[in-house]
């Protein structure tokens, strides 16, 4: 190809649907056949538009224009518009086009009348990023709409792997809404995944929640603050309970401390003292073996009662303690 001393022209086909691109492309590959066989054309697709360009030649471009916006396609009711462009030479073309195509994240080329597709992974990495940091500090569901948008545009399965990880890390680092479990448990996940629409609709609902969550706020009274690290320091006690601690340990009325905890938190205690000991279980088993499973039982409070524990960790997470290592491990 001259980049430099050959003028070239371009055209530009809006509202091209990428369904009618192979349609297009091959009415035009008979056009050009039977009016300027010598001429070679390429192409790049974007987002319902199509950049045509070849070097200049004695030809009716007009003729080439009306031929465009009437040609007929399945299914595309509207008719194609066009504009096209002279250029002194390859070069200041491209500069034109691609500044023109490199904010989309698939770009597809055109060779021989063939379609070839290519992922823009680093457009995507930079603008992911970009809505992610801006969702994250403004909470807005634009911002994650667009991110999830953005996604869902991606066609390589191992690509759409590393970047949803990549984000999953990006939110536990900024805050208290996705625990180190919770990022545990998505990236095993994520590595069992083998099809790409399935992980992109649990990547979509996995965001929402996430970005439409708002991380723990600190801000609780001295008194609940005590309630949470008296509990950290005693789940291991089967008989830890609120009205132990609001008595024995703060000296203060049960029902008072109990409607103050829910109304600073938004959960009962009870629910609560649930919810630390399977998280807690969690990271216990992260190291543990299924032969452990008794020892974790009574590191978070179910006594000597392994049944129990089970049934509780079946419960809450939806499987069983055995079955959550054997996924830890790969085995499930």
Partial sequence: MDFYFSSY???YI???GFENLEEFLQQLKQYAKNRFPQVTIHGIYVNYTLLLFFKEFAGNY??????????????????LETEDLSFKNLQSLLQTALDKV???????????????????????????????????????TENTDSLISLLSEVTDLSFLKQLSNSL????????????TVELTEWLLNVTHETQLEPLKLTLAEKL?????????????SAMTKQIRDYVDQHLSDPNLTLKGIAEQHLFMNTDYVSKKFQKETGTRFSNYL???????????????????IQTVAEQVGCGNNP????????KNTGVTPSAYVARLHGEG
């Fill in 168 to 179: 999953m890390l990006a939110i536990s680092a900024a805050d208290s809404r996705l625990s």
């Fill in 14 to 16: 809006f509202f091209l």
């Fill in 208 to 220: 929402r929640t996430l970005l439409s969550a708002k991380p723990e706020k600190s801000a609780v």
């Fill in 307 to 314: 049944q129990y524990f089970s049934q509780l960790f079946k």
């Fill in 274 to 292: 649930t919810s630390v000991r399977i998280e807690r279980a969690k990271k216990l088993l992260v190291s543990a073996g299924s032969d452990k």
């Fill in 62 to 79: 007009q003729d080439m224009s009306h031929f465009f916006s009437h040609m007929r396609l399945a299914g595309h009711s509207a008719s």
């Fill in 9 to 11: 022209h371009l055209f």
């Fill in 102 to 140: 490199r904010r989309f994240s698939m770009i597809y080329y055109i060779n021989d009348f063939h379609i070839l597709s290519s992922c823009n992974y680093s457009f995507i990495m930079d603008e992911a990023n970009k809505q992610l940091s801006a969702s994250l500090q403004s909470g807005s």
